[in-house]
């Protein structure tokens, strides 16, 4: 009798099939940092009123986070407070001290920070509180959902690497300006899914056939 | 009288990874210079690029090269892109960017003689179609592509893009530079090959 036990109903019928099920590959190190920093000098696209509007909507929930972190330095409510105390235990707990002090109920707007690493905290607390808004898994569909979640996973390879003891300044440096990048893709793609929602597009790219 | 051989099941038809549709207002974004739109693009296409790119070349930082520089090619002539008219009679834009990152993965491999290597064919008029069944291996990807790494790199391009992109001998032979015989033969010899890898490594599991 033969023996079929080797022949599974999951097996591929040819080598299309086979090579078709085989998962796809991404670099190991994301690629779109050097390719950014290659791209020609880019002109942004301010056509549409609906990206102005966007655009507004963006610029405010960048100004409301702001006065918050201003009025509660403290709250640990963003994956990005945490990762700063972790690596920065002073500058984490710095920006309330001199507000407090100043006992003024209407608060003194504050100058800008000049240290590089201080900028890339700032931004990445503002896209964080930017993200927060202009995320809506509403409108979330299979692709999208896809490239918004290797987004995510991307900032948690980020993240954990911030967590590491010992970081060097230039490499805190370079992890803050991945963060903030990754972050403003981040807005960027969650912005523009939205628009495309509203227009009644959508980011899913059908497969279609190759005959 | 003998009984009719039986005919070999229809093949699978090659399902590209890259076979996305791309919204037009994407591609006009991008047109305008959108730096975020590139993004989106790069996004939907690094994994495809990528995959090809290891596929044919075999080494992942060559890939990651060959991933950046297609997709610089691509935002530096998107401009050029008239594919698709709307009407669905024009090339898809995932087609132009295939082709694209074929020919800068074909490229390099041609540049890195010590890789570019492909199995030696004395006859190159005897092409043997490969119907039979799969070994059962083939459905283990971590063992498909281990055998398939071990194929010298242009015996597996021919075959991935034949069999994983779809690819005519034809189109396959102008893509490499070589004639449909070359092909036809690396694709016959590779798949032998490919098989002889899957089935020893199944008895040695056995």
Known sequence: MPDTTHVSTGAPRDWAEAFGALPQERP????????????PGQRRSVRWPALLAVAATLALAIVVPMRLLERAPDAPATRVATTVRSTHPTTAATPNAGSAQAGTTTPASKPAPTDPLEQLYAQSAQLEGVLAMARDDRVATGAATEVAADLDAQ??????????????????????????DTLGTLVGFEGTRRWLAVHGQHYDGALVRVD | MTAPAPTPAAPTPARSSFAI???????????????AAFEQLYRWFERPVFTLALRIGGDREEARDVLQDTMLKIFGRIGEFRGDNGRGDGSPFWGWVRQIAVNEALMRLRRDRRTAQE?????????????????????????????????????????????????????IATLMQRTASFSKSQLARGTKKLRTMLEVTEHEHA
């Open chain 2, 119 to 171: 199995i030696g064919v004395e006859d190159m008029t005897v092409f043997v179609e490969d119907h039979a069944p799969l070994p059962p291996a083939a459905a283990d990807a971590a063992i498909l592509q281990r055998a398939l790494a071990a194929l010298p790199a242009t015996t597996r391009s021919v075959l991935w893009l034949y069999h994983a992109e779809g690819y005519t001998h034809d189109e």
């Open chain 2, 21 to 35: 549709d791309v919204p037009e207002a994407l591609l006009a974004r991008a047109r305008g210079g959108d730096r």
């Open chain 1, 155 to 180: 900032l948690a390879r980020i993240d954990a690497q911030l967590r590491q003891p010992d970081l060097s300044r230039d490499r805190q440096l370079a992890l803050w300006r991945a963060r903030v």
């Open chain 1, 28 to 39: 190991d190190r994301d690629a779109w940092q050097d390719i950014a920093r290659r791209l």
